[in-house]
């Protein structure tokens, strides 16, 4: 598939993402009037949004299965799914006295974060768009982790309601959720056609060393947004397995992604990316490259631009002049 139509495809998903999101709101701001006016034919609020929901979900299969130039994919699926699961769990905080209104917090945090993960690609990388873009099924151990937070969170509050709904932890939960969300919000729409979602091995053109920004204050605020976020999202269900399981499954992970991709790093950037690691942290504790590793890592770079090292090594032999 060459540019013109990755193009196309990404033009065709902003328009069908704006078409879900405007019918969906629309969906629900008229659902919303009706039960403030008491025209719900005798149905609860949560039954009749749940008709409502599943209107709107027929309508846009309609849509899709009768346009002749759309082309219904799997992130069409996926994001009438989203949208929908959004929408009812937003009526069911707005329009009843739930007991599971952590639970429906805790789904509209994770559609806000996914949805930004899917539009983020279809801004900059829309050559790699297709359903995994949601991150939905980023691992095994991922979804494992998911199925057993909803778990423990109904469960919880089922058989454990006074202690899980503790009104101090549910809003430091919110807010440490917030900032979570804002760093890796920050890093996706700071970093553009630089961030990706899979690693890169080799240096493109568009590639540049980014210290700015969320940039500036940790090297990686996507990995530090992302465990900020989790232990938020715990801590608002008051999660107490998950608020421990979380953190460290996750750690696990960034401790051998993140040493992979510092040593990438320096291999595109060489001493400018160790110039900027001696300045700011990861803000992941015990996470860093030993200075072997570093220096291989260097190595490597100047393997691949001898230019860099001749332009170091006369840097260095002027300094040395001045000195004597």
């Known amino acids: 598939m060459n540019e013109a139509l990755f193009k196309e495809r990404a033009i065709e998903m902003k328009i069908h993402t704006l078409i879900i999101l405007i019918v969906n709101s629309l969906t629900f701001i008229i659902g919303f009037i009706i039960l403030k006016k008491g025209i719900t034919y005798k149905y609860e609020p949560k039954v009749f949004y749940i008709l409502l ?13 009768t346009t002749k130039k759309s082309k219904f994919k799997s992130d069409h699926i996926i994001g009438i799914i989203l949208s929908s699961i959004f929408s009812l769990s937003l009526a069911m905080l707005i329009f009843t006295n739930t007991i599971f209104y952590q639970f429906y917090l805790y789904l509209l945090t994770e559609i806000i974060y996914h949805y930004s993960e899917y539009i983020s690609v279809i801004i900059y990388h829309f050559y790699n768009l297709d359903y995994k873009s949601f991150l939905l099924d980023h691992s095994n151990e991922w979804i494992f982790a998911l199925i057993f937070s909803y778990l423990e969170s109904i469960i919880g509050t089922i058989y454990f309601r006074e202690i899980k709904q503790n009104v101090y932890t549910f809003y430091l939960g919110i807010v440490i959720t917030i900032i979570g969300q804002i760093f890796r919000i920050g890093a996706l729409y700071t970093g553009k056609k630089n961030f990706t979602h899979l690693l890169s091995y080799e240096k493109k053109k ?32 008051l999660n107490i397995i998950c608020l421990i399981g979380f953190p460290i499954g996750l750690y696990m992970f960034f401790a051998d992604r993140i040493i992979e991709e510092e040593g990438l790093l320096i291999e595109f950037f060489g001493k400018d990316y160790i110039e900027y690691k001696k300045k700011v942290g990861i803000l992941i504790p015990f996470i860093n490259m030993d200075e072997k590793e570093v220096q291989e890592h260097l190595e490597k770079f100047y393997e691949d631009n001898p230019d860099a090292k001749t332009k170091t090594e006369t840097l260095s032999d002027n300094n040395k002049d001045k000195k004597e």
Do not use: D, N
Request: a negative charge.
């Open 53 to 65: 929901e599943f209107i709107f979900i027929l309508l846009l299969f309609l849509y899709y299965f």
């Open 206 to 237: 568009e590639h540049f060393l980014m210290t700015t920004g969320f940039y500036g204050i940790t090297r990686h605020p996507s990995y530090f947004g992302f465990l900020v976020w989790t232990i938020g999202t715990q801590l608002m269900l």
